[in-house]
């Protein structure tokens, strides 16, 4: 079976600051992760995806197979990341079911 | 092009009440889904269907129903409501069996009281 642990409900930090909301996952196969991010009471949007390897809006994250890790960072926090962030997981290639999600993150960016 | 459209945005029901959300995508897509997001519980999946004609149980399908009208429309139907059905639903929709993200919809916010 296929898992997302998301360890922290709540993470704030002060603007300017490093941010990394952790994600950790269980998976047989070869997993592809994702990274959405929802504001407030809006839809989630897919912020990264590892595949990719992209930077959006500053953030980053890379997929580390040793430590089943995919952990979301920016360098310094802006005000507008303040949201929920969730982790997923899909199998690579394969897999209609969709995603898995981790409970989530809220990230509050305080002045 | 609008994505992944549901309706209504809000509800309020009572207990024992049946309502179907409706969910449609110009995406030309052949996955649909539809997940609950509830505090402390993340996204979990209630139903999906990889084409049209086909659908099957997700993570938590108790309680609910589905139709995979045609290729763009998922609806989801609850047939007698009940308060632990309150929460934020969202319909999704992506490309093929693969690995590509979803598309969400901007969810339905339902109250059973």
């Known amino acids: 079976a296929q898992r997302v642990t998301q360890p922290e409900k709540l993470l704030s930090v002060f603007k300017g600051a490093p941010v990394e909301l952790k994600c950790n996952y269980s998976?047989?196969?070869?997993?592809?992760l994702f990274w959405y991010v929802q504001y407030s009471r809006q839809r989630l949007q897919l912020l990264l995806r590892h595949i990719s390897r992209e930077s959006i809006k500053g953030f980053t994250a890379d997929l580390n197979k040793g430590e089943t890790s995919f952990h979301l960072k920016k360098p310094f926090a802006q005000e507008e990341d303040s949201a929920m962030y969730y982790c997923?997981?899909?199998?690579?290639?394969?897999?209609?079911?969709?995603?898995?999600f981790g409970k989530g993150t809220h990230l509050i960016i305080q002045p | 092009n609008a994505g992944v459209t549901q309706t209504p945005k809000f509800q309020v029901l009572k207990t024992g009440q049946s309502m179907t959300l409706q969910c449609a995508q110009d995406m030309n897509h052949n996955s649909m889904y539809w997940y609950r997001q509830d505090p402390g519980m993340g996204l979990r999946l209630i139903y999906y269907s990889a084409s049209e004609g086909t659908t099957d149980k997700g993570e938590v399908p108790n309680g609910y129903n589905v139709s995979r009208l045609n290729k763009r429309e998922f609806s989801l139907r609850l047939e007698s409501a009940a308060p632990s059905q309150t929460s934020v639903y969202f319909c999704?929709?992506?490309?093929?069996?693969?690995?590509?993200?979803?598309?969400f919809g901007n969810g339905t916010r339902l109250t059973v009281t």
């Open positions: 999704a929709s992506r490309t093929d069996r693969g690995s590509l993200p979803l598309h």
């Open positions: 997923a997981l899909s199998s690579l290639g394969g897999g209609a079911d969709g995603l898995t």
């Open positions: 998976y047989s196969g070869s997993p592809e």
